[in-house]
């Protein structure tokens, strides 16, 4: 298993992408909706990055910057053959947001991705990540990444990767 220090190490990571369709089944299924990262995005992830469960910051368009939680590999409970990069933000949009521009922060790393039994087991395990995600995004260390140069509408950074901390 990916110890926590070797999944750090790429962080924090930004990255920026429209939001694409993708298999349909974040919201009906589980009721917790994943705005998925399109090939090029998924593609351009540095090696320091490994699959597995994320949190962090995410802007969507021109809009406030929110929590997220995101989960980066091939969905071993749905045995994806397709990499997949899928933000779940915390907050309540109430409608669909294809084609807008997500730009995120990955702040910090939770687990790596695993296979259930059940699909009540996945989604109770989300749960407890989205738990995880809203504690650790409240500390000060985290903060700091909320008001990030990255997410400034004056931004001209279309990508900043591997640990750039600097504002
Ligand atoms: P898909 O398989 O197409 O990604 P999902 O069922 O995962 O479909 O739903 C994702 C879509 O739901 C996003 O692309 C976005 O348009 C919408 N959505 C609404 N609220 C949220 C949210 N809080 N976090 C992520 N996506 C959301
Ligand atoms: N899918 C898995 O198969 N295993 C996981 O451990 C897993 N963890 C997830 C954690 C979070 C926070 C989120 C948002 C999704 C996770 N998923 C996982 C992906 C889930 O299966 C996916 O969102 C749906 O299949 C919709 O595409
Ligand atoms: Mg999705």
Redesign the pocket.
């Known amino acids: 298993m990916l110890g926590r220090n070797v999944a750090m190490k790429g962080l924090p990571y930004f990255t920026v992408g429209k939001?694409v369709?993708?298999?349909?089944?974040?919201?009906?299924d589980l009721g917790i909706?994943?705005?998925?990262f399109p090939d090029e995005v998924v593609n351009g992830l540095p090696e320091e990055i490994h699959t597995g469960v994320y949190y962090g910051w995410a802007k969507l368009d021109n809009g406030p910057v929110h929590k997220m939680v995101m989960s980066i590999g091939w969905n071993p409970y749905f045995r994806n053959v397709k990499k997949s990069m899928?933000?779940?933000?915390?907050?309540?949009?109430g409608?669909?947001?294809?084609g807008s521009q997500l730009k995120v922060c990955l702040t910090g790393y939770i687990r790596p991705e695993m296979d259930f039994r059940t699909l009540d087991d996945l989604i109770s395990t989300i749960k407890h990540d989205i738990d995880t995600a809203d504690r650790q995004l409240e500390t000060a260390a985290m903060k700091i990444f909320k008001d990030h140069s990255f997410f400034q509408p004056e931004s001209k950074e279309d990508k900043i990767v591997n640990g750039d901390t600097s504002h």
């Open positions: 939001v369709k993708g298999f349909g089944r974040g919201s009906k909706p994943t705005a998925n899928e933000t779940h933000i915390l907050n309540d949009f409608t669909d947001f294809y």
